[in-house]
């Protein structure tokens, strides 16, 4: 690029340009001023920026082989590239550990029905009634295998207690759901009677969980792996490099 795009941390027109491994190898190839920056916003602005002045013939060393000087070269523009890439990472990389962290601290598993399962005889709406649900929650069913089923309903199919246009269904003894959307969330078993008899439940979850709320005591925290995969994602393109 040239000087003035380096004066004003501008990459608009920058020669070259990569951000594909997190370690770039530059050969210097011309002699004269070559610019360097970092385009990601405001890194070139807090010093992310380097300037070299290339001599066309060494100024020391004229017995050496080419080839190792200009390896030399290369291999020390290369160590300071790398290290100012590591100096500027390290905030962002601890900023998507606390977020992760606050991630895997939000998210509760709920074992419905808590010690007695899923299950006849038993008013789950009186269960869900005490607790907070939020999306990243996840609840875990545990029945009799194919004498009960979890299935997921919309308003009407849980008011007449039918399955017909049901949203998931399943039947294998140990079934976790996790809480994906905002808004109401219907549940019921489809064994004829069993719905009828009070094994359903209506659960209201929010996008996030207000402070001061969360689940009953003694509810286990899970973490809310989804949270932290888009954090490890953004990591990975945290530095972009234009290069001359």
């Not at 399955?163 to 003894?173: I, V």
């Amino acid at each position: 690029m040239s000087k003035s795009e380096y004066d004003d941390c501008s990459g608009m027109d920058g020669m070259t340009e990569d951000n594909s491994s997190g370690l770039t190898t530059v050969t210097l190839a011309t002699p004269g001023m070559h610019y360097f920056i970092c385009i990601v916003p405001e890194h070139c602005d807090s010093g992310m920026k380097l300037a070299v002045n290339v001599s066309a013939t060494p100024v020391d060393d004229d017995t050496a082989p080419m080839t190792s000087r200009a390896a030399r070269a290369a291999g020390s523009l290369q160590i300071r590239l790398l290290k100012i890439a590591m100096a500027n990472a390290l905030p962002l990389v601890t900023l998507l550990v606390l977020a992760g962290s606050a991630a895997l601290a939000s998210a509760t598993t709920f074992t419905v029905g808590d010690s007695q399962g899923w299950t006849t005889g038993v008013n789950y709406n009186s269960w869900a009634s005490s607790k907070s649900f939020a999306v990243g929650d996840t609840l875990v069913f545990d029945y009799v295998a194919k004498a009960h089923t979890v299935t997921e309903v919309t308003k009407s199919g849980y008011d007449t207690c039918s399955g017909a246009n049901k949203l998931s269904d399943d039947d294998s003894g140990s079934t976790t759901v996790t809480l994906a959307t905002p808004g109401t969330h219907y549940f019921i078993c489809n064994i004829p009677g069993h719905c009828s008899s009070g094994m359903k439940f209506a659960i209201t979850v929010s996008a996030t969980r207000s402070a001061g709320t969360g689940a009953s005591a003694g509810a286990p925290r899970v973490p809310a792996m989804a949270s932290v995969v888009v954090a490890a994602a953004a990591g990975a393109a945290f530095i972009k490099l234009a290069l001359l």
